[in-house]
């Protein structure tokens, strides 16, 4: 019965077990003097396991896309209205009260949360909700189209530091798109109509992705907490990011789910304009921002996949999964 209860919580609790894992092993290896050794081994093996880890985890995911419904609706014009809107409010705000200093940094890393597309791997969360996975998986494109515009556009209003052209920035994150979501769905078009024995036996492992996803969120939540272990700044303002960001998953979410449930697809939407690419939200605020306000997305990652979380086992306890 023990046995039972503790396959029940880790099924139902995977991803902050993931991310109390990935917490409490890079603290271990950081602090541990005995341990330096193992952990400058393995830091370059787990740079390089991650990106192998997404892409396995949207191959897997796309073999059970139908190809053939992957097609705009009208859910997606709305939520993407609210992303463009609630960045031209930030955007605007900076700009219309000149703000500056730890202020500018705070709206900064809200800005990155909010601008940046939708994870690929909201598609996972999404399916373990009994939402439509074609709908999500094209909506993604979408989001990063969105981006790619929007990025360009508004980092030179705020930051006059930031040297970024139109072109070159679009082109970079239309890369990345190609990169992260083409490959991997051309590899699972090819496995799913030419090779069926195979597709049979990936699509036949219950919820394959979605381990594989909480063994990636393991890696990255060990990665953000050595980024604000190492913040050059205090814990007040550190709690002051983590708190915005917490506000800010919320209200995400929350105004996903609204504009959905006008379309009868509150899963999809909610986790359309809530589950946001953090990776890529870290990363334009090192190149092109202020770097501390990269802990905006850091904490982030922590907030959407606790309220993930509470989604999916709200869902297991209505159906009974």
């Not at 902050?16 to 093996?45: D, H, K, N, R």
């Not at 094209?138 to 515009?149: D, G, K, V």
């Amino acid at each position: 019965m023990t046995r039972q209860r503790i396959i029940r919580f880790l099924k139902d609790w995977t991803l902050p077990v993931a991310m109390g894992l990935g917490s409490v092993l890079y603290l271990l290896f950081a602090f541990t003097p005995a341990l330096s050794g193992a952990a400058a081994f393995f830091a370059p093996i787990i740079n390089d396991i991650l990106p192998l880890f997404m892409f396995l985890i949207l191959f897997v995911t796309f073999c059970k896309v139908d190809f053939r419904k992957l097609r705009p609706v009208a859910w997606h014009w709305w939520v993407g209205l609210f992303q463009v809107l609630f960045v031209a409010i930030i955007v605007g705000a900076v700009v219309l009260f000149h703000i500056t200093g730890n202020n500018l940094i705070l709206l900064e890393a809200i800005l990155t949360c909010i601008i940046s597309p939708s994870a690929a791997a909201a598609a996972v969360v999404t399916q373990k909700l009994g939402g439509s996975l074609e709908q999500m998986t094209t909506y993604t494109f979408l989001s990063n189209t969105i981006t790619a515009t929007l990025i360009p556009v508004c980092f030179p209003l705020i930051d006059k530091a930031a040297d970024i052209s139109f072109m070159a920035a679009f082109t970079k994150i239309l890369y990345q798109v190609g990169v992260v979501l083409l490959v991997p769905m051309l590899g699972a078009y090819i496995v799913k109509h030419r090779m069926r024995n195979l597709h049979r036996r990936i699509v036949g492992v219950k919820d394959l992705s979605y381990y594989m996803w909480g063994m990636s969120l393991m890696i990255v939540t060990g990665t953000t907490v050595k980024n604000i272990c190492h913040a050059d700044t205090t814990a007040l303002f550190l709690m002051m990011i983590a708190l915005l960001g917490l506000v800010l998953c919320i209200i995400q979410f929350s105004v996903g789910r609204y504009v959905g449930h006008f379309f009868n697809h509150t899963v999809e939407a909610g986790q359309a304009l809530g589950q946001k690419n953090t990776a890529f939200a870290i990363w334009i605020a090192y190149a092109y921002l202020n770097p501390l306000s990269s802990v905006g997305p850091g904490c982030y990652i922590l907030w959407q996949n606790i309220i993930n979380s509470i989604e999916i086992y709200q869902y297991r306890k209505a159906h009974g999964a």
